[in-house]
């Protein structure tokens, strides 16, 4: 009997002592573990439904949670030494077809967050932030400006620009004229040059005129077309009030 409850002591000792051999403890407020470190991965797998097992209204539906009350942030911060085709410091894997990541704050904020290179960022990097596969267009997030230019200040290729332009430089039918444009007229000795305003970057355009007058006279030169959309056209008249009027084309 006394050798019997001898077995049973040692076994019960070993049962116990057996977590702290194989498995460092977490000690919270110093680093963890000490000495060699981990080696193998330290999982934390739970099983807690949407809107259940939270502490606090509201809070249910995470396995685990790291929180600083403080006002001064710092709910969490991972860190790694990746090199370039490692794995990456952090990754949300979705097994199914829900969202991977969710990036929060008050309406009060003045961004969501940063995605920057090194520690200042107004420092300039010429890298792309991230990279994607996606090829839809992102609900609520199209960029306003490109280099800063509007969508109206781009002539797509294959486009084809015309104006009917009076002698006065009154402008009737036309296709990319400015709202209310009107072309303005420049007299130098006997030439008359026209400046018509289209919309567009027409530098990589070229433009085509022709009189409309059945009595005009003297030669029609055409500019090359500017990156401020403006066209310009010479009349090199017989007298200086001679200018008559003309249809000019742009092919982009």
């Known amino acids: 009997m006394h050798t019997k409850r001898i077995l049973l002591a040692t076994l019960a000792a070993g049962l116990v002592a057996a977590p702290a ?16 470190g981990y ?19 509201n809070t249910g539906g995470y396995v685990t949670r790291q929180s600083n009350k403080t006002d001064s942030g710092g709910g969490a911060i991972y860190g790694c030494r990746a090199k370039a085709g490692t794995e990456s410091c952090v990754a949300a894997n979705n097994l199914n077809n829900g969202d991977a990541f969710r990036f ?22 010429a890298k792309p932030p991230f990279v994607t596969n996606g090829t839809a267009v992102v609900k609520n997030l199209n960029a306003d400006k490109l280099d800063d230019k509007s969508a109206e200040d781009f002539v797509e290729k294959g486009t084809l620009l015309f104006a009917a332009v009076a002698a006065d430089g009154a402008i009737g039918a036309n ?15 006997t030439n008359s040059t026209f400046s018509v305003p289209f919309t ?48 000019l084309q742009v092919t982009c």
């Open 21 to 36: 051999a194989n498995a460092a403890p977490i000690d919270g407020g110093k680093r963890n573990p000490s000495g060699s």
């Open 104 to 125: 929060q704050t008050t309406e009060a904020a003045a961004t969501i967050g940063q995605l920057r290179f090194g520690l200042d960022i107004n420092k300039l990097v």
């Open 175 to 189: 296709r990319g004229i400015v709202a209310n444009g009107r072309a303005t007229v420049a007299q130098e000795g």
């Open 39 to 57: 080696t193998s991965e330290t999982q934390i797998i739970g099983q807690v439904a949407q809107n259940a097992g939270g502490h606090a209204a």
């Open 200 to 247: 567009g970057d027409l530098s990589k355009c070229v433009a085509t005129a022709n009189p409309t007058d059945a009595d005009a006279t003297g030669e029609l030169i055409v500019g090359q077309p500017a990156a401020n959309g403006t066209v310009a056209v010479t009349q090199k008249n017989a007298t200086a009030d001679d200018p008559y009027a003309f249809s």
